[in-house]
């Protein structure tokens, strides 16, 4: 009877064996469907050859309970071009929340893989796809994972310009449309499983089935929340990470979102309309930066939204910024006609449009004219739209998610009412619809706890631009003093959404200089300096001054990578990220945008 008795005392204490479904599986790596990306890849899968491979992970539903149910997650896989000086695997994530990182292994493999070794940059992106196996996934929820839907019969009702139309009428559609999404969306099962929490769990079992001792990382936007998050959860396996575009990691959810309206303003403002002044001559938009603003501020609604939504995208990437003074122009001679004939109504509109000249250049014209008709229709679908059910795809409903479940939000409606009515005022832009997040109505609060510094916290290294619009510097600079170890390089005067990379040297030797030998940035924080912006000889300089004078041209660019198929490969994952980190602030064009870039960049 002793043994027996002093089990129940719980001196001999026995414990179930742990589970091992999940860390004893093995991966079956495969080649790749060419349509996994979403669209036909046969001619870059076939150029990357039997290097290219494929593979679904399995992963408990709720980590705390393995047992009570799985899910998938899509890894796609570059091996490393010398398997005999392999270093490891080198994960991405392009923000969102819900972004989809498959993509990014391929393009970026591609594309450095045919970086100009005679570069020092060149040299190293080489190098890096010879010594690092790169690994793309799609973070539960998203891709080719298990997805996330959110969706319900019940209709969501019209919503105006929440900057301009501050009815109660306009302020009670936001908030009903939030808090139908939070209903939709806490419907599903799945949903209090998708958050950072989980996502950096499957991260560290996809190292641990890849045999990896640490995991390195290259995470842009909400990537370095997603990476921070890893590193003070898992810090004795936490390898050489960069963090792109900082989100104050160091905070909360809520403190990522509420300068949004402020930053985005700022860099129009700021950045973007004394850039277009300039440009005067290509523009004809006014002679001063005030006149200039007017074009947009003195626009009719609700054309006006329209290009404050287009505007917005745009500001995500430098190349993109003439492209706002087109957008603008086109609007400005749009809305004079509708101005001049109110009444006489869509059609009579769209003819005067066609025939109106809004650039001497005849090509760059018919693109304004192209441009203008479809503003008009938009215009039109706006002034008859009626209500639709929810329903969020698997990227709305990922983001929704995890921005909800990760931390706790306030949710006194009085605090973000009287946020929407200054931001209304003070940052048109985007401001005014901090009512609709439905964080603010979700229920039960986070499903998740953040992870806290820990006493040995792994080094990383920090990148940011110092206007970034989206993940604006005073959070960087916040996160950085608030994570022991960290290093920052500071872009200083760079106005677009993340950078590496950057093609500088400046940027780009630090970067890649950690990644093949861990060697970081002696001091806590340094700087670059920014490119001129285009069809521009020099930076203007703006806000603070992070640099001492000039770099020379050899040390400015980098010309790491020439190869135009190469270029397009990086140029895709900038979209990515950019599209991915404007889907977690609610920005979206409803222009098509294509053919006015395709101008500029030819």
């Known amino acids: 009877m002793l043994p027996l008795t002093l089990a129940s005392c719980g001196l001999f204490e026995t414990k ?22 979403g669209k036909d890849e046969s001619e870059l899968f076939t150029t990357l050859g039997e290097r290219l491979v494929c593979a679904d992970m399995q992963v408990p539903m709720n980590w705390e309970a393995p047992a009570a149910g799985k899910a998938s997650v899509s890894l796609i896989r570059l091996k490393a071009a010398n398997p005999e000086q392999r270093q490891g695997a080198i994960f991405f994530n392009p923000g969102g929340p819900g972004g989809d990182g498959l993509g990014f292994a391929p393009w970026y493999g591609f594309a450095w893989g045919k970086a100009d070794a005679n570069t020092p940059v060149g040299a190293n992106l080489k190098e890096m796809t010879e010594q ?34 501050r009815s109660e009428k306009n302020i009670s559609a936001m908030i009903r449309t939030g808090q139908l999404v939070a209903s939709a969306c806490q419907k599903n099962p799945l949903t209090p499983f998708i958050n950072t929490d989980a996502t950096v769990r499957d991260l560290d079992l996809a190292r641990h089935l890849m045999g990896d001792q640490k995991l390195n990382y290259i995470g842009y936007s909400y990537g370095t929340w997603l990476g921070s998050w890893y590193a003070k959860r898992f810090p004795e396996t936490t390898g050489r990470m960069l963090l792109d575009a900082n989100m104050p990691f160091h905070a909360t959810m809520q403190a990522a979102f509420e300068a949004d309206p402020m930053t985005f303003q700022r860099d129009f403002r700021e950045v973007v309309v004394p850039y277009l002044t300039r440009l005067g001559g290509m523009f004809g938009l006014g002679e001063t930066p005030e006149e200039v603003y007017q074009k947009y501020a003195g626009l009719g609604e609700p054309i006006k939204s329209v290009v404050g939504g287009a505007t917005a995208s745009m500001l995500y990437n430098r190349d993109a910024y003439p492209s706002i003074g087109v957008v603008l122009k086109v609007a400005s001679v749009v809305d004079g006609l509708i101005k001049a004939s109110p009444n006489a109504g869509t059609e009579a509109w769209l003819a005067q449009a066609a025939q109106a000249t809004y650039f001497p250049n005849q090509k760059l014209n018919n693109v304004a004219r192209s441009m203008a008709a479809e503003l008009l229709y938009y ?6 739209q009626t209500p639709v059910p929810v329903v969020l795809t698997e990227g709305s409903a990922t983001n929704t998610a995890v921005i909800c479940n990760d931390t706790a939000w306030n949710q006194d409606l009085g605090y973000w009412r009287g946020a929407d009515e200054r931001n209304a005022v003070e940052s048109p832009l985007i401001g005014g619809s901090f009512v609709s997040i439905p964080c603010l109505y979700w229920k039960g609060g986070p499903t998740v706890k953040k992870p806290e510094v820990p006493a040995q916290m792994p080094p990383v290294l920090m990148l940011q631009n110092e206007y970034d619009p989206a993940t604006p510097k005073e959070g960087a600079l916040a996160a950085l003093k608030a994570t022991p170890n960290a290093r920052m390089i500071m872009i200083d005067d760079e106005p677009q959404h993340a ?6 040297d400046c940027v780009d030797l630090p970067v890649t200089r950690y990644f093949l030998t861990g060697e970081l940035p002696a001091a806590e924080l340094t700087s670059c300096a920014a490119k001129p912006l285009p069809f521009e000889a020099q930076v203007y300089p703006v806000g603070e001054k992070f640099t001492s004078g000039s770099l020379s041209t050899q040390s400015m660019r980098a010309q ?5 198929r190469a270029l397009k490969a990086l140029a895709r994952n900038r979209q990515t990220i950019a599209q991915q980190s404007a889907a977690l602030h609610g920005i979206s064009s409803p222009l098509d945008l294509d053919a006015l870039n395709r101008f500029f960049k030819k």
Not at 20 to 37: E, G, M, V, Y
């Open 499 to 504: 950078a590496f990379p950057y093609d500088t």
């Open 132 to 165: 690092f196996d790169l690994v793309g996934f799609s973070p539960r929820g998203v891709g080719a994972s298990s997805r996330l839907y959110c969706g319900s019969n019940e209709l969501a009702p019209v919503v105006h310009s929440p900057a301009s139309d």
């Open 379 to 384: 215009r039109d679908s706006l002034v008859t």
């Open 560 to 564: 790491a990578v020439k190869d135009p």
């Open 16 to 37: 179930a064996p742990e589970d091992r479904t999940f860390q004893d599986q093995k991966l079956n790596w495969h080649a790749c469907d060419p349509s996994i990306l």
